[in-house]
């Protein structure tokens, strides 16, 4: 029928749109992904997969207003994290992307769900998170895009997502560092701090002060990682969570 022509003709112009838009798109992306004569597969960036999964106009990282080309920027970032019993959060604590190895601490039971409640209870600690929980790197993160006026870490790694579930937060930093070298700025200076009751640090922190430098292209120089406690106050200082401060300059390169 003359509707059913009409379909057809609909479709094949809504394929032949898409082939024309999307195909090429696609390998543009990857046709180096494949090895000429067979079906082999390399290793995907962090990028790749950004590209092929955000759409122009959902691209929250490329804003509708020019991002001016200032020689200095400031940023500011913050997270902070829940911490419990290790079986509880179901993975370690990682700071900095360091696997922080202690002792059992005195973690304080709120709900009394081990002892009774408001009591001590002596175990290992995990973070609860949705990805490692590394609050090192998502402050580092939140600053570099805070710094660029562009939306914070939570909106461009929504904790609704499962890609992100469990995910390593040196991912988070290595597409950081693209958008930032990508607006023409590199690392001015950082500084971290912090802020955990127990376990103590301080041994941990050249390895996550080197994973920093290596993941951001920088420099010993330009970083510092400084460690507080709370004083036992609050939920910081009864050790059923940790955060952190970072402030960082980009400089136009």
């Not at 940023?75 to 419990?84: E, N």
């Not at 079986?87 to 002792?103: M, R, S, W, Y």
């Not at 939306?151 to 560092?177: L, N």
């Amino acid at each position: 029928t003359t509707k059913t022509r009409k379909t057809e003709t609909r479709n094949n112009m809504m394929h032949t749109l898409f082939s024309l838009a999307i195909v090429p798109l696609f390998f543009d992306l990857y046709s180096d992904a494949f090895t000429p004569g067979s079906l082999k597969l390399r290793q995907v960036s962090t990028s790749d997969v950004f590209k092929a999964t955000v759409g122009t106009e959902e691209d929250i990282l490329r804003p509708n207003y020019e991002i001016e080309p200032l020689p200095i920027r400031i940023g500011h970032g913050f997270d902070i994290h829940r911490m419990a019993p290790l079986e509880e959060a179901g993975q370690p604590l990682v700071i900095g992307g360091v696997e922080i190895t202690h002792k059992d601490q005195k973690w304080t039971d709120a709900e009394g769900k081990y002892v009774e409640k408001g009591g001590l209870y002596e175990t290992q600690l995990g973070v609860v998170a949705h990805s490692d929980g590394d609050v090192i790197y998502h402050s580092i993160v939140d600053a570099i895009f805070g710094a660029l006026t562009l939306p914070d870490i939570g909106q461009v790694f929504q904790d609704t997502d499962p890609r992100w579930k469990g995910c390593d937060s040196s991912k988070f930093m290595e597409h950081a560092y693209e958008v930032m070298t990508g607006y023409g700025y590199e690392i001015g200076n950082i500084d971290v701090t912090l802020i955990l009751e127990r376990p103590k640090v301080a041994s941990f922190k050249p390895a996550m002060k080197e994973n920093i430098v290596k993941l951001l292209g920088t420099t010993n120089g330009k970083v510092n990682i400084k460690a507080r406690t709370h004083e036992r106050m609050d939920s910081v200082g009864e050790l059923r969570s940790l955060s952190c401060h970072v402030v960082l300059t980009l400089v136009k390169k």
